[in-house]
Every structure is written in C-alpha cells, then in structure tokens.
C-alpha cells in the first residue's frame, strides 16, 4: 500500500525494549487528514510474557495466526481483542502555534460505555467542536483516561499523580489539562463484592472491598487536584477541573461517598484554585434528583455515560475559555479576586 511505511529504531529494523522504558522510533513522513485511523503492525518473534496494555480500546486490536504479517495489506484468520497493546503514543509535527489539550481522568475519559470505534467519548467529542473552528488555529485533544485509575491509589494503572510526569509533562505542546478524576477515590474502597461461592445463601454478607482501607476525604481529594495544578503551572500548563458526574444507582454508590463528591463539587466550583472549571456534573445530572444521571444520559450502570452524556459533557467545554480568548467565569473571576 502507499501509506505503508517501515518504522525503525536507530536506522534498526527491530528493537528489544527494557522492561518499563519507553521506545521512540524513528520519524516517518506519513501525511493524513485529521481524525484519520492509523494502523500499526508489531511482529513479536518471541513469547514476551506479561505485558502492559490499555484496556479499553477505541477500535480493536488484531492478532494474527503464528507469522511476521506487519507489511500485509490482509491478515488472514485474524482474532480480536477489545484493548491496546504495545504502543502507548502517535507523535505528530504540527506546525508552529498549534498546541493541545489534555484529558486526564479514569475510564469516563477513557470512553466507556460509548460503542467501540464510534469515537463517541467526550475528548473526540470535544475535539470535533475545536475543528469546527475552521477560522482558528487547530488544537489537538490528547486522551489519556484509564479505566479504573484513581488520584491516590494505584489499581488500574498507576495513580494520577504518580503517572503525572509520564502521561502529561512528557507529552509534546500542552496547553491545558482537563481533569475529570476521583470517582473510583471515593467508589472503590465502598465497593461491595459478592458473596463467596458457597456462600450465596440469603442473608450472607457480601465481602469486603480489598481496597476497604484506602478511603479518602474530601480534603484528600482537593489537595490531590492542588498538587496537579501546581505541578502544571510550574512547566507554564493551565488547569481545567471538571465536577465529578453523578453516579446514585452505581455499584459503589453510598450515601457518605455522595457527601465527598458533593463538598469536592462545591470546592471546584468556589475555590478559584485552578484556571477554571467545567460543570460536567450539571450537564449530565437529572434536574429533579441531581445525585442521578437523566434518563438516557448514562449507559445502563449509572457511572458512565451513554453517548448523549458524553455529548452534553463536550458541549459544556467553552472553547473560547480553552483557547485563552477570555477568562474561565466563576473560577477564573474568583481567583482573580484574591489577587
């Protein structure tokens, strides 16, 4: 094929990698159009035992029979797999003055509950508004959402925090950061498992959370989000925090973790400790019971949106704030105000 191009590594045709070591392979001059799909090919010629990969894919990984496929334009009785493996990044040259966005957050960023390979997640829903800007300079939208990932705790992936300088300072031309994340802070160590097998009789006690003894607070919470926005704006990076959505109904749900989502909410929308916010929680929720998603707008667990969600969230994202042509409302006057 045309497009077909041979990635190298030092001018080498393959490369070991050290275990948790990132591998940059050569420039290749590949020209596509945005929001175009890009395919690439890894032959492993030998067994490489666990690895590291990205659970929710937005388009399916291919795996092929036993054979080096990589310069194929077909791969016969290939088998699919739902996550990514391997890569982690698709660098581009973009010329001067074009910069990006980030998302950071869990599996709401990441796109779960939207279908596979709609690319209806709220970072590709925003990014299509940011291109509809035909007159403005373009601004990329960069997904880094993992699907389980909490501020403090490690579990699905390292923390946010911990994760911090890999997945956002190392990341080439970022503007601004959008945080939507501490969901699973609050969720995770209430979860309640089912019972042991054999065990399943009436009345039996589910068991415990393994992790029951990671609870946090509220303040706990906030002074996560104080450390990313310092952290950001030391290496000239603004910071947008999105409120925590609704999730009465979800697995985790209790009446005490509602209190921490509800004073964190209060605390982006008041503090002015960040560069701005947006209300993610007010675009999804249900007007008559605000601790719920409105009819339609979650995907069937009361945690992550449906498609319609994720619009509304995307819609909610003023882009003239995203791109520095006025200031962020409420937060941005706020912190202004203790100047």
Do not use: C
């Not at 399916?60 to 194929?72: I, L, Q, R």
């Not at 603004?238 to 509602?258: H, K, M, N, Q, S």
């Amino acid at each position: 094929m045309e497009s077909d191009k041979v990635l190298t590594f030092s001018g080498k045709s393959s490369v070991r990698i050290p275990p948790g070591a990132p591998m940059l392979s050569d420039p290749v001059d590949l020209k596509f159009s945005a929001f175009a799909e890009i395919a690439v090919s890894i032959f492993l010629p030998t067994d490489v035992g666990n690895v590291t990969y990205h659970l929710t894919g937005q388009k399916p990984t291919y795996v092929s029979e036993p054979g080096d496929f990589t310069a194929k334009a077909e791969m016969p009785n290939a088998t699919t797999k739902p996550s990514w493996f391997f890569l982690s990044g698709l660098e581009v040259f973009a010329p001067r003055g074009i910069t990006a966005t980030l998302a950071l957050g869990d599996s709401i960023t990441d796109g779960v509950g939207a279908k596979q390979g709609d690319y209806k997640d709220w970072p590709n829903l925003l990014a299509n508004r940011l291109a509809g800007q035909k007159s403005l300079p373009a601004m990329a939208v960069v997904n880094v959402g993992i699907g389980g990932n909490r501020l403090l705790h490690d579990g699905a992936g390292i923390s946010a925090l911990a994760r911090f300088d890999r997945d956002v300072l190392a990341q080439p031309g970022i503007a601004n950061i959008i945080l939507l994340e501490g969901i699973n802070d609050i969720g995770w160590p209430r979860m309640k498992l089912p019972a042991e097998p054999g065990n399943r009789a009436p009345g039996v006690a589910p068991a415990k959370s393994p992790f029951a003894g990671e609870l946090v607070s509220a303040q706990d919470i906030i002074t996560a989000y104080q450390q990313i926005i310092d952290r950001a704006h030391q290496h000239g990076i603004r910071v947008f925090i999105a409120t925590i959505l609704p999730y009465e109904g979800a697995d985790y749900y209790t009446e005490d973790g509602e209190a921490i989502r509800s004073a964190v909410n209060q605390w982006i929308r008041t503090s002015g400790a960040a560069d701005g916010f947006f209300d993610f929680d007010k675009a999804v929720r249900d007007p008559d019971r605000p601790t719920r998603f409105r009819d339609g707008f979650h995907s069937g667990d009361n945690l992550h949106p449906s498609a319609s969600g994720y619009q509304a969230m995307a819609d909610t994202v003023d882009l003239a704030v995203l791109r520095g042509m006025k200031p962020a409302g409420a937060a941005r006057t706020a912190k202004e105000a203790k100047k």
